[in-house]
């Protein structure tokens, strides 16, 4: 459908010039149009500006346009990009989040079973279509909160066949829903029980068994491993990522959250396109990320939910990092996908501006999954995926308003999904 967007009050992160990511003190810069249109055209953005542009010169949109929407007191945003999730998983672990209230470390709770040992031993039971209609009620909820693009792991298989199920899973969500999906391939999430004596017998499996048919069937973009204390070691996982490089699957790494596990350095050192988590952040880190093409990602969400000690992405900013914010949703440690409370957090325990927020959860997290060409900015040519708000004061309103909609309508591939009354 052909449609015109007239008379919004601010159109946001609205590049004449579209970038892949923006750093350091860039961060702190959201390009903004004031009393603007947007005109779509077959699922892309074909032009905006002002409203004065558009009364002069460009008046041929309104009659070519299908339908005209007036966001009098609105404003538009690119849909958030959320470049970490495990959204296809079975059930819940409510159980343990009273263990953590009692005290129980994550470790501590991952060594009797739970966690994602748990997470597997459930969604093994569970049959493809089963877990596909759970996941797609998990892909609407987040497009009716405005998330747009989404990168989507497997790892709470950790058999050959559960992984592949999972996978298969999401290719399913990829064909039949509007928003953008990438998958990773994320075996070595934990190692299974029966392999805690032997992991390097594991980490053959991934590598020889299921690396193998995850390519032969193209059902990963990227290759994500867990290195971290307690899970898999940095000489386990260059095996692992040099296994999937060999497929032409780039690495995104799960690194220094428990720890300063050597993650950041492996990640830099395999060209990862991110590094997620990353709590544990040492100087020498953040100078290795300064030389690559890296995006560290931070996980609000994980960090509030186990009480870890914050990422430092205000330091990171500061040295001239970009920095991308994502809401690891998933069944035991961030079970919420909601990107406008990963927006508020962002600011409210990290110390980001609005502007580097709003830049952290589209451009950025854009970049982190690899769609920033497509997706995360308005931007002539790209994807018109983007929010509408409801009559909201400013752009700092949308953080400062947290745990309340500010969002009115949400449109993917210039089609509106979801209306709010």
């Known amino acids: 459908m052909n449609f015109l967007i007239i008379n919004i009050n601010q159109l946001v992160q609205a590049e004449s010039k579209a970038k892949l990511y923006v750093a350091g003190k860039q961060m702190s810069k959201l390009p903004i149009i004031k009393n603007a249109f947007m005109y779509v055209e077959g699922g ?67 060594k009797r079973g739970g966690g994602i040992l748990h997470s597997a031993a459930l969604l093994q039971k569970k ?7 759970e996941s797609s009620l ?62 390097d017998e594991y980490v053959d499996i991934v590598i020889n068994e299921i690396l193998p048919i995850v390519a032969a069937e193209e059902l990963a973009d990227f290759i994500d491993v867990f290195c971290d204390k307690g899970f898999f070691t940095v000489e386990q996982t260059e095996k692992i990522l040099m296994a999937g490089m060999k497929y032409g699957l780039r690495a995104k790494l799960h690194a220094n959250e428990m720890d300063d596990s050597g993650g950041i350095e492996v990640g830099v050192k395999y060209g990862a ?5 990353i709590e544990h952040t040492s100087d020498d880190d953040i100078q290795r990320l300064l030389h690559s093409d890296t995006m560290p990602t931070v996980l609000p969400g994980a960090a509030f939910f186990l009480n870890l ?14 920095v991308a914010f994502a809401s690891d949703y998933n069944p035991g440690t961030s079970p919420s996908g909601n ?76 089609e509106l999904q979801y209306q709010y009354e």
């Open 273 to 277: 396109l991110s590094v997620d988590h």
């Open 138 to 199: 998990r892909i609407k909820e987040i497009i009716r909160m405005g998330t747009g693009a989404v990168e989507i792991k497997s790892g709470y298989g950790l058999t050959p066949e559960a992984e592949i199920k999972m996978l298969r899973v999401i290719k399913r969500l990829k064909e039949n829903f509007p928003i953008k999906i990438k998958a990773t391939f994320l075996g070595a999430h934990a190692v299974p029980l029966e392999y805690k004596d032997n992991p």
């Open 339 to 414: 990107m406008n409370l990963v927006l508020s957090m962002a600011c409210i325990r990290y110390r980001l501006l609005p502007e580097e927020a709003i830049n952290a959860v589209t451009l950025n997290s854009a970049y982190a999954m690899g769609v920033s060409e497509t997706h995360g900015s308005i931007s002539i040519g790209k994807t018109a995926n983007f929010i509408i708000t409801k009559p909201i004061s400013s752009i700092e309103f949308i953080p400062y308003n947290f745990g309340n909609n500010v969002i009115d309508s949400v449109y993917l591939n210039g």
């Open 127 to 133: 049959s493809e279509d089963e877990l596909y209609e």
């Open 309 to 322: 000690p914050l990422a430092p992405a205000r330091k990171m900013i500061d040295a001239g990092l970009p």
């Open 44 to 110: 892309r953005i074909i032009d905006f500006g002002k409203m004065t542009e558009l009364n002069v010169g460009r008046e041929r949109y309104f009659t070519m346009a299908n339908k005209i929407l007036d966001a009098s007191n609105k404003m538009v945003l690119p849909a958030w990009c959320d470049s970490h999730t495990h959204i296809v998983y079975a059930g819940s672990r409510e159980r343990e989040f009273v263990d953590k209230i009692k005290g129980l470390s994550y470790e501590d709770i991952a």
